[in-house]
């Protein structure tokens, strides 16, 4: 009889039931099957074949299959399910609203409450840098100026972010352009938008970074797109821990991953930094064999 899964024939084989199904607990599913049979350098059964079978298969079947069940163990559920490694719009929404208003290194913010300097409440500003002594952080208003503000007296948010990109990139032209019955506004997007059109590029985006020369340590690391800076063309880019300036080029779109945090960095650079002291221990052959084949 043909084999269910490659269709030969093969009298002298050993007819075994399909791993997927009876030895993987619970079986593979669908979804499992496709999220690794997109996996660059999957092996081309994968794409033939379907995700399990009832009836018996061939020995060579076999053993191929139990390299995927080896695979979907390792690379999906020991990571937490597709649940995980392909998170819902809602957590991502809910992992925004929670780390929203967080007062981070060249993130917009607004001054208030200020009682010796009222004159600098409300007024817009540039985070650069804190001193934890103090909490105070030191600060670049609109206009270029430096100012020290204690923590407590600087507010960021999403529209804020806002103000401050309409702020600077209407700087020097009528403010009706950027106003509307005195408020600001967003600017449009589509042909006005001041970022290149780059498919999955755009503020609120998660990327992963690549092809960087000077700090290739950070190649393969997760960030958000924060804002784009028209006068150097570059993204600023927000990778959990700190945020970087860096070209179009540098970053490959990843919108079904969660947006860095602070913990998931610090997990990155540990993980990179073990990876790197494991490649020094290979010779040429086996770190080509490991970038070109499906174990990569």
């Given at each position: ?26 079986p593979c ?10 996996t ?52 991502r ?46 600060v ?52 006005n938008t ?30 958000r ?72």
């Amino acid at each position: 009889m043909p084999c269910a899964a490659c269709g030969q024939d093969k009298e002298t084989t050993e007819w075994k039931w399909d791993p997927l199904r009876w030895e993987l607990d619970p079986p593979c599913t669908e979804a499992e099957w496709k999220h690794l049979s997109d996996t660059n350098g999957a092996p081309d059964f994968m794409a033939l074949q379907q995700c399990s079978y009832m009836n018996k298969i061939c020995r060579g079947c076999y053993n191929s299959r139990l390299l995927v069940m080896a695979k979907v163990k390792t690379r999906i559920r020991a990571l937490g399910g597709l649940e995980e490694l392909q998170p819902s719009m809602k957590m991502r929404k809910e992992y925004e609203a929670a780390h929203q208003a967080d007062l981070l290194k060249n993130r917009p913010a607004k001054i208030d409450g200020l009682q010796s300097a009222a004159e600098l409440n409300g007024q817009l500003c540039r985070l650069l840098s804190r001193d934890a002594q103090t909490s105070r952080w030191t600060v670049e208003l609109v206009n270029g100026d430096q100012k020290s503000i204690k923590e407590a007296n600087l507010t960021a948010s999403k529209d804020i972010d806002l103000e401050w990109e309409v702020s600077r990139q209407c700087s020097g032209s009528k403010p009706t352009a950027a106003q509307m019955d005195g408020k600001p506004v967003a600017r449009p997007l589509g042909s006005n938008t001041s970022w290149p059109k780059v498919k999955g590029i755009h503020p609120g985006a998660v990327v992963r970074l690549q092809n960087l020369v000077a700090k290739q340590e950070l190649n393969g690391r997760k960030g958000r797109c924060i804002s784009f800076d028209p006068e150097v063309g570059r993204w600023k880019v927000d990778l959990g821990d700190e945020q970087k300036s860096l070209k179009v080029e540098n970053l490959v779109p990843a919108p079904d991953e969660k947006p860095p945090t602070r913990q998931s960095a610090e997990a990155e650079k540990a993980a990179g930094t073990a990876e790197a002291t494991r490649r020094e221990a290979l010779d040429a052959r086996q770190k080509h064999a490991e970038d070109y084949g499906w174990d990569s």
